[in-house]
């Protein structure tokens, strides 16, 4: 299972975009990008996932560096109930099983 | 759609003894998939079912064992218990297992003591 380095926290202030970084450099050509979230006291919650491609969905954006090394989740406007730690995660295209790290645990500031 | 339930919520048992958690998966989801997360750890993916076989396993010794029913119901069996089993167990189901969108319960949090 490839691996993601993300940073252990991050802080913003409320209603200001916040950029999550996800390193990924031994990522292969099929693998695909996917992004949880986990709140407190919950499961984790499918967020976005991409190939290539820069998506967007209600959620948030994943911006994809070209070379496919890296990738950032984009919240547009972070509000008290994006707090959670966020997860980066490869998987090939052949099947949905999760290789999670520790994430990032996102603060945010009223 | 009632999304994914699980059961107990909470439950403690003695070094030793067996362990059944139960999973209810979202409605028409035909994939389930069980997770172990440590406190401070990001999940661990025990094993997957889909359509009432084994599709997939993790680093997890045999006396972790599944089932996955008719309806599509799962069940995550634990044997001997040890201590270090001590964490929140997730169950999470998908329409298919190529799907990416997992729907996760809120897990049950088993204390070994």
């Known amino acids: 299972d490839a691996k993601t380095t993300q940073p252990n926290s991050m802080e913003s202030n409320e209603e200001e975009p916040v950029h999550l970084p996800c390193n990924h450099s031994t990522i292969s050509g099929t693998d695909y990008i996917h992004w949880y979230r986990q709140l407190p006291s919950q499961g984790p919650e499918y967020v976005i996932h991409?190939?290539?491609s820069n998506v967007n969905n209600r959620m948030a954006s994943l911006a994809i560096a070209e070379d496919r090394k890296s990738s950032t989740l984009i919240l547009h406007r972070a509000t008290l109930r994006d707090a959670a730690v966020y997860y980066c995660?490869?998987?090939?295209?052949?099947?949905?099983?999760?290789?999670f790290g520790t994430g990032t645990s996102l603060t945010v500031i009223p | 759609e009632t999304g994914v339930t699980q059961s107990p919520t909470h439950l403690i048992k003695t070094r030793g003894q067996q362990v059944t958690l139960r999973c209810s998966s979202q409605?028409?989801?035909?994939?389930v998939s069980w997770y172990q997360q440590a406190l401070g750890q990001g999940p661990q993916f025990i094993f997957q079912?889909?359509?009432?076989?084994?599709?997939g396993r993790g680093n997890f010794p045999p006396r972790f064992s599944g089932l996955q029913f008719p309806n599509y119901s799962s069940e995550l069996n634990v044997n001997a218990l040890e201590l270090d089993d001590s964490a929140l167990y997730l169950c999470?189901?998908?329409?298919?297992?190529?799907?990416?969108?997992?729907?996760f319960g809120s897990g049950t949090r088993l204390t070994v003591v």
């Open positions: 991409g190939l290539t």
């Open positions: 995660i490869l998987t090939p295209n052949t099947g949905n099983q999760f290789y």
């Open positions: 999470a189901s998908s329409l298919e297992w190529t799907d990416y969108g997992y729907t």
């Open positions: 409605s028409g989801h035909n994939t």
């Open positions: 079912y889909y359509r009432e076989e084994e599709n």
